[in-house]
């Protein structure tokens, strides 16, 4: 095989001796040679790997595993093999898809520790934190597993003993793009739904983060869906081309950048397909001085620092009444330098390693800018670099706190998608508001005030798809969740993505004789 040889210290194959992962593996030890396809309910190498990529562990910066782009063939099987599981799957009911859903939600919650390892030692993030997504992830199965069995359409009397029908019909293969930020949590989020509708996924992950969705192709198989209805191929821009102008590709679903979402939409448009584009975000985070400091500062630290500040739904435009932005920036600032940077596995970190070294040279070049035009820094931006020396080649920054900001700052206007909050003062509700929305993102919005009048009133007026009134980035599945303006449309999560997997058929129905024209 290809990857023997290659990768000298293979062991632990961590993979393959899965029950005993999450004891045995710990940083800097975990690699891979197994395949990272899934094509008719296995592991496969491509038929026509094209270029080879490493594959990282953010938090030493060691190659932990090498992939093989899928070229157009690959792509091909993957969609043939989806294709015919479609076949099989689409003509069972709602009913009969749930239990297998239920199944798959229950076998990932029974290896969460095992998937949360993978996550972390392939994105970076705290073992903390991957826990909370992997949980995340069996709920959003057993939501659409609920969903599966009351999807229906309605029936409609016409004059003369006439009616119709509307059938809530599945699209056929979907295809699912991923970005590197929650990578088997993303993948769940679009599978879930898409799967209750009755529907095959052919998904292409980032190749940052190839691991964890592979062991999702996995459970869904053991789980008891038809081989073939869930395929994974790896690779980059190429890889995704192919996918999306694949003509058996029934939808697109994409989260990531707004760039690459603009190229998906013109794919899509020549085949006629329907997407969905959860895509970057600049979102503002608004606090009263009538707040509870307390609450709102740890909303601050949530709409921030999670998964290293890569995260696209951010409140990264904090707005601080001038009243308090004095006692709240203090406050904000010391409980910032207090979070622990190290070790994504040990189990008090809560700041791991972003994901690559490119990335971080990106958002110290903002932090360095951000101080050119007049910011600043009021804690954090720095590297870091932790005393444990398997550790020293990792991706490690200090949360960062910018004072002093403007709106016209690069810092303020951008995504920077990395641990960076700017601190900005206001006077009164209307300016707010205004600031608030001035930007072509339209991801999400907070708003922190004891005054409900007021907390309803603004995330009425902030055009953000996803608010939240005293809290910040917590993510109820039942919710829908999706951008306005840049940010994208469509909705994942909620009883909404049911909408975006499925199709409506009318069925009109004559029950007396045809009354020709001619
Ligand atoms: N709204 C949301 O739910 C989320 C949005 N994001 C956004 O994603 C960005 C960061 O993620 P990245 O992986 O760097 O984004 P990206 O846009 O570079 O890549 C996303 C995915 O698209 C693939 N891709 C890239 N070019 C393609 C092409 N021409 N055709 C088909 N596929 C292509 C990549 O391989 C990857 O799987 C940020 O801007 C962030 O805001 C990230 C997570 C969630
Ligand atoms: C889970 N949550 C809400 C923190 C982030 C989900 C969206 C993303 O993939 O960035």
């Not at 005054?451 to 910040?472: E, P, S, T």
């Amino acid at each position: 095989m290809l990857l023997r040889g290659q990768l000298p210290n293979l062991l632990p194959r961590l993979c393959a001796l899965r029950p005993s992962l999450a004891m045995s593996s710990a940083t800097g030890t975990f690699t891979t040679d197994q395949p990272l396809n899934y094509r008719a309910g296995a592991r496969v190498q491509p038929v026509d790997g094209g270029p080879t990529e490493n594959v990282y562990e953010p938090a030493t910066g060691r190659v932990i595993s090498k992939l093989l782009c899928s070229g157009e063939k690959e792509v091909d099987l993957a969609v043939q093999s989806a294709k015919a599981a479609f076949k099989v799957w689409s003509q069972m009911s709602g009913m009969e898809r749930s239990r297998v859903l239920l199944e798959a939600a229950r076998i990932i919650r029974e290896q969460r520790e095992e998937i949360a390892t993978l996550e972390t030692i392939n994105n970076g993030k705290s073992i903390f934190e991957a826990r909370v997504d992997i949980d995340i992830c069996w709920q959003c199965l057993e939501y659409y597993a609920g969903l599966a069995g009351s999807l229906a359409g309605e029936h409609i009397q016409l004059p003369g003993g006439s009616f119709g029908y509307t059938r809530r019909e599945p699209l056929g293969v979907c295809a699912g793009i991923g970005a590197w930020n929650y990578p088997f949590q993303t993948a769940c989020w679009k599978a879930a739904p898409a799967l209750a509708c009755g529907n095959a996924m052919v998904y292409k992950p980032s190749p940052f983060t190839p691991i964890s969705v592979v062991r999702l192709a996995e459970i869904f198989t053991e789980a008891g869906v038809p081989k073939g209805l869930f395929n994974v191929v790896q690779g980059g821009v190429a890889t995704g081309q192919f996918l999306c102008h694949h003509p058996d590709v029934a939808k697109i679903s994409f989260t990531g950048s707004v760039p690459t979402g603009i190229k998906i939409m013109e794919m899509a448009a020549k085949g006629i397909k329907p997407v969905t584009l959860e895509l970057g975000g600049k979102s503002p985070l608004i606090i009263f001085s009538d707040c509870t400091l307390e609450n709102a500062v740890n909303g601050a630290l949530m709409a921030n620092f999670l998964t290293q500040g890569e995260v696209c739904c951010n409140g990264t435009r904090v707005f601080v009444e001038r009243k308090i932005l004095d006692v709240f920036t203090k406050e904000v600032v010391k409980r910032t330098q207090k979070i622990k940077i190290g070790d994504p596995l040990l189990e008090d970190t809560r700041m791991g390693a972003l994901i690559n070294r490119p990335h971080l040279d990106r958002v110290q070049g903002f932090i360095k800018q951000a101080k050119e035009q007049g910011a600043e820094v009021l804690c954090g931006g720095d590297l870091y670099v932790p005393d444990d020396p398997k550790l020293k080649n990792g991706y490690y920054m200090r949360p960062c706190v910018l004072g002093n900001c403007r709106d016209d700052m690069t810092c303020v206007k951008e995504e920077i998608f990395g641990p960076v909050m700017s601190i900005l003062p206001f006077d009164t509700e209307e300016e707010v508001v205004e600031r608030a929305n001035n930007t072509r993102f339209g991801l999400a919005g907070g708003v922190f005030t004891r005054d409900i009048q007021k907390a309803h009133r603004v995330v009425a007026a902030l055009k953000a798809g996803m608010c939240f009134i005293n809290n910040y980035n917590i993510s109820p599945v039942e919710l829908p969740f999706g951008g306005y303006k840049a940010s994208g449309f469509g909705r994942e999560n909620g009883r909404a993505a049911m909408e975006y997997y499925s199709q409506l058929k009318t069925v009109c129905v004559e029950m007396g004789d045809v009354e020709s024209v001619f």
